[in-house]
């Protein structure tokens, strides 16, 4: 069929506008398509990555029934009184990073390092990440192994979590010994993490990629280079695992629910304070009021951050020695 001068410049004059349309089209596709295949393949690599790694990993410690799962425990020492460790949130692998304190304290004692659900080489579990049934969990996996009498030392939030512990098995406890334990009250506690985001840019590998760009975070502590390729393998594998960003959903609620709480009178604290590191108003005066709450309490000031147990480890077994020799129910 023929068509008129008219029609085919009007053809003509289509095509040109189409042209730069379609190109500008074929851009933003490309502009598109190209970070979305780039996150495909880093989380791709990141999840070979991660089961290589952590296939290399060395078994440590032993494995415990608990909740019809298992949970790893590091026992070491053969001493009269055990000393039970318990981690901070986040801590991926409690059995290697608590190594420089298990050192300085299996001479004297007999030392147990508990790595709850989610952590180490323990499961994962679907169970609400709550104080109770993590602080259950741990009194499942001590009775599994015939302990009935013992310090509990923990780091961190493991401070709140020992409230609980220690209204439900008073009778079990020596004393609480705190690493720069969290207590009731402290400012900002309350306030939701981005686990959503921090899920997603696990799953991405892109925590990967933005931690290979950042230094070292042992270099210059007392770990084996096994033990820090250990750590950072367990660090991929659980640090955006569904039970850890539970446990940092619930842990607003955790505070919440330990407000005004205190321990037993009776039970003895010695709470080892880092005075370097000025994120929490308050944190001394904190632990001093809490140290003040008990007949027996102590507060040991230290010029370290949060993780005293990395650089402090001899400090710390040292003060707590003392500490625990002084007391008739650590004979």
């Known amino acids: 069929m023929n068509t008129s001068p008219e029609n085919r410049i009007e053809a003509r004059t289509k095509k040109r506008m189409n042209k730069p349309l379609k190109v500008t089209l074929i851009v933003i596709g490309a502009l598109i398509a190209i970070p979305v295949l780039a996150l ?3 989380s791709i690599g990141n999840a070979v990555a991660t089961s290589a790694e952590v296939a290399a990993v060395q078994p440590y410690g032993e494995k415990v029934p608990v909740d019809g799962k298992e949970m790893n425990v590091v026992v070491s020492g053969t001493g009269d009184t055990t000393i039970v460790l318990l981690p901070g949130l986040g801590t991926a692998a409690p059995g290697l990073d608590f190594q420089p304190l298990i050192t300085q304290l299996d001479s004297t004692y007999r030392v147990v390092a508990v790595e709850p659900f989610g952590t180490g080489l323990s499961d994962q579990t679907d169970k609400p990440r709550t104080a109770e049934n993590i602080t259950a969990e741990v009194h499942e996996a001590l009775q599994h ?9 923990g780091h961190s939030i493991s401070g709140i979590y020992a409230l609980t512990y ?5 009778d079990e406890l020596i004393a609480f010994v ?3 334990s969290s207590v009731p009250g402290q ?7 981005p686990t959503e985001a921090i899920g997603t840019l696990g799953a991405l590998g892109i925590t990967r990629l933005l931690g290979a760009s950042l230094p070292d975070q042992y270099d210059g502590l007392p770990y084996s ?5 250990d750590m950072n393998a367990l660090a991929a594998k659980n640090g955006a695992a569904p039970t850890l960003l539970d446990e940092m959903d619930h842990a607003p609620a955790n505070f919440a629910a330990a407000s005004g709480k205190t321990f037993p009178k009776d039970l003895p604290l010695l709470l080892f304070v880092n005075t370097k590191d000025d994120d929490v108003a308050g944190w001394v005066e904190l632990h001093q009021q809490q140290a003040a709450s008990v007949d027996n309490g102590k507060v040991v000031l230290i010029e370290g951050e949060h993780y005293l147990h990395h650089r402090f480890s001899a400090e710390i077994a ?5 500490f625990l020799s002084a007391l008739p129910s650590a004979q």
Do not use: C, F, N, W
């Open 318 to 322: 040292q003060d707590t020695e003392a």
């Open 40 to 42: 495909a393949t880093t």
């Open 178 to 180: 705190g690493i720069d």
């Open 145 to 153: 192994l015939g302990i009935h009498r013992y310090v509990l030392m």
């Open 166 to 170: 220690s209204a439900a098995y008073a």
């Open 187 to 193: 400012p900002g506690a309350d306030e939701p993490m």
């Open 225 to 229: 280079a096994t033990e820090k390729s």
